[in-house]
């Protein structure tokens, strides 16, 4: 039974356990990472989005993490026309804090490095993204990428948000949301060409993230945020990831509303990601096929830290029930899903 927090409250109590793990659909515990109770190099602190133009072919991606012992900042140019991206990032060691990502989804991150600058503004339902980097490389090799992206999010929208504990460590807990369907608007140039993000037709979302993990993880994650016959609809499906027992963060948005699901399936030949992929539920409401277009792979393996990541970009078939018995027809709408194994 998938416990829904309604209330504020702390996130974290004197022992330095979840209060009460569930979902919301708006970041309702209250995160203060002096309550932390756990060893402070597991904390996990992280903002990420990803902005997609799906007419145009082209999108993008920011991180701005702090791990603990490292950090990673990046920006990644996605041209999907080409099946080519290539992103630039920056990883620094031991930032313990001092990147000062946000207690809550309100306020300023920035970093300057050597190979980019990335800041992230967000004002209420406002978020602005600043960015540079001179050795990122579009698909015929012209250099350089700078821009701003102002992403909305449409007044009373619903979030996908949850507080979730490892069952072998109460101490290590996963707090995150996802704000799906942002509305891009705003620019960038690569090169000597100048890409642009429309309203009423370009769309991002936004992952934030707050946490202390165990060591070894592996998740599963996709993402949807489109227009389909004129209404806002998207997608958060994820699992893998912490005890699940309390809540699930799989929900579908259709015109800002959520319509939660219960448990969710990535059917993947991981012999070969870029084979298409099958994705249900356990309920009968979703029914999925993902063809990849190219996949943003990476894997780091230096000292204790690794990871292998594919995280897979391409067109989105099938059909999806909301709670009211609506049927949403998808199709040929650009997303992305993940399979991601980390030890850190």
């Known amino acids: 039974m998938q416990n829904r927090i309604t209330k504020k409250q702390p996130l974290l109590d004197e022992k330095g356990h979840i209060t009460e793990p569930g979902w919301a659909t708006y970041p309702l515990w209250e995160y203060k990472r002096e309550k932390i109770k756990a060893p402070k190099w597991r904390i996990k602190e992280w903002d990420y989005y990803a902005i997609i133009s799906e007419k145009k072919g082209y ?6 993490s702090d791990l603990s012992y490292t ?22 060691f031991f930032p313990s804090g001092n990147l000062k990502l946000s207690q809550s989804d309100n306020g300023v991150v920035s970093f300057t ?11 209420d339902d406002k978020r602005t993204i600043s960015f540079s ?5 579009d698909y015929d090799g012209n250099c ?27 101490r290590a807990f996963y707090y995150n949301q996802k704000v799906n369907c942002l509305s891009a608007d705003g620019y960038f140039i690569l090169g000597e060409d100048k890409f642009y993000f429309e309203k009423n037709e ?39 990831f912490s005890d699940r027992t309390s809540a699930t963060e799989n929900a579908l948005f259709y015109d800002g509303k959520i ?21 249900v539920d356990n309920q009968d409401r979703l029914n999925i096929d ?8 990476s894997k780091t393996d230096v000292v204790f830290i690794k990871s292998i990541q594919n995280q897979l970009f391409g067109s989105f078939n099938g059909y999806a029930i909301l709670d009211d018995g609506k049927k949403v027809e998808i199709k040929d709408k650009i997303g992305f899903a993940e399979d991601v194994v980390n030890l850190w």
């Open 59 to 64: 999108g993008l991606t920011f991180t701005i």
């Open 71 to 92: 950090g990673l900042i990046a920006i990644c140019y996605l041209d999907f026309n080409h099946r080519y991206y290539n992103q630039i990032d920056e990883m620094i």
């Open 113 to 123: 490095g050597k190979k980019l600058t990335l800041k992230f503004e967000t004002i």
């Open 133 to 137: 980097s001179r050795f990122i490389k």
């Open 144 to 170: 350089g990428i700078e821009g701003e992206i102002i992403l909305y999010e449409k007044a009373g929208s619903d979030r996908i948000a949850i507080a979730t504990p490892w069952k072998e460590n109460p």
């Open 202 to 240: 370009d769309f991002g979302v936004l992952d934030w993230g707050r946490g202390v993990w165990t060591y070894k993880n592996r998740w599963y994650w996709s993402s949807l945020s489109t227009k389909i016959d004129d209404h806002l609809f998207g997608w958060n499906l994820g699992y893998g």
């Open 259 to 279: 319509s939660k699901l219960d448990d969710v399936k990535f059917i993947i030949d991981k012999s070969d990601y870029m084979k298409p992929w099958k994705i």
């Open 290 to 297: 993902f063809l990849p277009q190219l996949n943003r792979k």
